[in-house]
């Protein structure tokens, strides 16, 4: 089991940009792909966005590509997000999460770390 850990978030003005940290531990060589969800009050949790590891390949959630960017480590076992021109509605807990393969589901998870936008 892969055990994520996230870090970054805070209070930022709207406009402010933000970059998020998951650093993993355990297994990560058998990692397929990591990436990013969030989850606002009241609502669900929903992608942001992810890297596959041995393509390299990033995915984003529409309405956050462009202000989003995700990027890995050398390894399989870092991956930060750059969140810019943050918005109020951006204000969520965001998580790390990881996958075997790409038919799993997202297997590993981390604590989560709060992100709040507000003037």
């Known amino acids: 089991q892969v055990q994520l850990v996230e870090s970054g978030g805070g209070l930022v003005q709207p406009g402010d940009s933000l970059r998020l940290s998951c650093t993993a531990s355990?297994?990560?060589?058998?990692?397929?792909?990591m990436g990013w969800f969030r989850q606002a009050p009241g609502k669900e949790r929903e992608f942001v966005a992810a890297v596959v590891w041995d393509i390299r390949k990033t995915y984003y959630a529409d309405s956050m590509e462009g202000r989003f960017t995700i990027s890995g480590g050398v390894g399989k076992n870092t991956v930060a997000l750059r969140m810019n021109s943050l918005r109020p509605e951006d204000t969520a807990v965001y998580y790390c999460?990881?996958?075997?393969?790409?038919?799993?589901?997202?297997?590993?998870w981390g604590q989560g770390t709060q992100v709040t936008v507000s003037a």
């Open positions: 999460a990881a996958k075997l393969s790409r038919l799993s589901d997202w297997n590993s």
């Open positions: 355990g297994g990560t060589s058998s990692n397929y792909a």
